[in-house]
């Protein structure tokens, strides 16, 4: 719950997501869910040459279980906020980390 | 199961928006079908009519129509929604099916080849080689 929480947060922001092929697309993040399933707008293949069948693409939903990195502005992130949310999270899990 | 949140009471990446709509979608093999989007569920299963599959190598492709695809949701890498303008001035040619078939062949061909060497040299290193790639996209 809380990573969903923390990218809720930051819907509107300008994200590069990296998959387990080493595909990064960069978009804008419109939505996530549960599962950090995300949904990116205008979104850019960042080595487009390599994956031309991305070219045609402007949004796209990436299966939250094939992503690696998400990579963020570090200025969208308040730190502490997350470092707060991380302990109270450690003393008592929310949802069930067992899938 | 019951520790998941209803999807209706949260803000989600919810597909009902693809709906009826013609998606690329990729899959864990490399394949890339595209066709419209009819159902989805939690999982991310599909249902996808009017699929063709398509082929690219190099600066080309091919399609092979394909039906209905009723697609596991663990096999799914991405969903794109298809620009129908951008589709129109891809800067790739489409090219028969043989001919795009033979191309793929000949590019595996190609991959195998590249992995066997590796693997020997890897082997005469005294590292362990059993390890077969099945995410192939």
């Not at chain 1, 549960?34 to 293949?45: G, P, S, T």
Request: a negative charge.
């Amino acid at each position: 719950m809380l990573f969903y929480s923390f990218f809720k947060t930051l819907i509107g922001q300008q994200v590069t997501v990296e998959l387990k092929n080493d595909l990064a697309i960069t978009g804008i993040l419109t939505s996530v869910d549960q599962f950090l399933n995300i949904k990116l707008d205008e979104i850019r293949a960042v080595d487009e040459a390599k994956y031309p069948h991305m070219m045609a693409v402007k949004n796209c939903f990436i299966r939250g279980s094939v992503v690696r990195y998400v990579q963020l502005p570090a200025s969208a992130v308040d730190t502490a906020l997350l470092q707060d949310a991380a302990r109270r999270e450690a003393q008592q899990p929310t949802t069930g980390g067992a899938h | 199961m019951d520790n998941f949140i209803p999807q209706i009471f949260t803000t989600s990446a919810s597909l009902v928006d693809s709906v009826d709509r013609k998606l690329l979608v990729v899959l864990r093999d490399g394949r890339k079908l595209i066709g419209v989007l009819r159902s989805f569920d939690q999982f991310a299963n599909l249902v996808l009519q009017d699929t063709i599959e398509r082929i690219y190598v190099g600066d080309a492709y091919g399609d092979i129509p394909r039906g209905i695809f009723i697609i596991r949701g663990e096999n799914v890498v991405l969903l794109g929604e298809i620009d129908l303008d951008k589709e129109d001035e891809l800067p790739l040619r489409q090219v028969p099916v043989e001919e795009i078939l033979l191309a793929q062949r000949e590019e595996m061909e190609a991959r195998a080849r590249r992995e066997k060497l590796k693997n020997k040299l890897l082997h005469d290193q005294g590292f362990s080689v059993d390890f077969t790639e099945t995410d192939l996209y």
